[in-house]
């Protein structure tokens, strides 16, 4: 697609439950990243993908956190058992990994409320 | 891992006034250097970009600068306007492997009129 596209933009869930978060990036992008943005706060590296494979998911908090990439392009992030501090926007980046680093594109990210 | 910080947290400017943002890396290995700029509910979006290889980049009323032996780049907004006004994040890729950028806490930027 034209930009990085996620869904919901918008997810109200109550304590305990499961989420699923949506990441479909740019077409032709091989790396694929997810972070997490407190209310006033910075952006929190959760995970990166390569192709298919997840080389890094040293951001993720706790083993209730967990993402997969499928046909090196969607990728789901799931949360389980929300808690209230999950609440945040998380938001998905993708970029072409060739030599130097290049600047991501984001997603407009999803806003979780856990209430 | 790379750590990243960045001052100050909050900058006000007058329209017309420069604006510098600061960041500091710890990685030496570091080799590219972002900058995003963030209005209020919206994507961060990239607005310049430097590379090791290179001291200084400039695009209109943009700059940056980066300084290898001291580890820290900096962000030059000059003649400020109103829509300026958002929070910058400044961020490092490190040598860690692909391209995962550390990014900055962010600085909050206000030009007044």
């Known amino acids: 697609g034209a930009g990085v596209s996620q869904s919901p933009s918008n997810k109200v869930t109550e304590k305990g439950k499961d989420v699923e978060l949506r990441c479909d990036p740019i077409?032709?992008?091989?790396?694929l990243y997810w972070y997490r943005q407190r209310l006033g706060q910075g952006l929190e590296f959760l995970i990166y993908?390569?192709?298919?494979?997840?080389?890094?998911k040293s951001g993720l908090p706790s083993d209730r956190f967990s993402a997969e990439r499928t046909g090196e392009s969607v990728s789901t992030l799931t949360i389980q058992r929300t808690q209230q501090e999950d609440s945040a926007v998380y938001l998905c980046?993708?970029?072409?990994?060739?030599?130097?680093?290049?600047?991501?594109?984001f997603g407009s990210g999803t806003r979780l409320t856990v209430v | 891992g790379e750590n990243v910080e960045q001052h100050p947290s909050t900058l006000s400017v007058q329209e017309g006034d420069s604006a510098v943002i600061k960041c500091t890396y710890s990685?030496?290995?570091?080799?590219?250097f972002p900058w995003y700029k963030q209005e209020l509910g919206k994507r961060p979006q990239l607005i310049i970009d430097?590379?090791?290889?290179?001291g200084e980049k400039k695009d209109q009323r943009i700059a940056v600068t980066l300084n290898k032996t001291a580890k820290h780049f900096s962000l030059h907004i000059t003649e400020t306007q109103p829509e300026d006004s958002a929070v910058y994040f400044c961020?490092?890729?490190?040598?860690?492997?692909?391209?995962?950028?550390?990014f900055g806490t962010g600085t909050q930027l206000k030009v007044e009129l």
């Open positions: 980046a993708s970029s072409s990994h060739r030599g130097l680093g290049y600047g991501y594109t």
């Open positions: 077409s032709g992008h091989t790396a």
């Open positions: 993908f390569q192709g298919n494979s997840a080389p890094d």
């Open positions: 990685d030496s290995a570091s080799n590219y």
């Open positions: 430097i590379r090791s290889n290179v």
């Open positions: 961020a490092a890729r490190g040598a860690g492997g692909g391209n995962k950028l550390t």
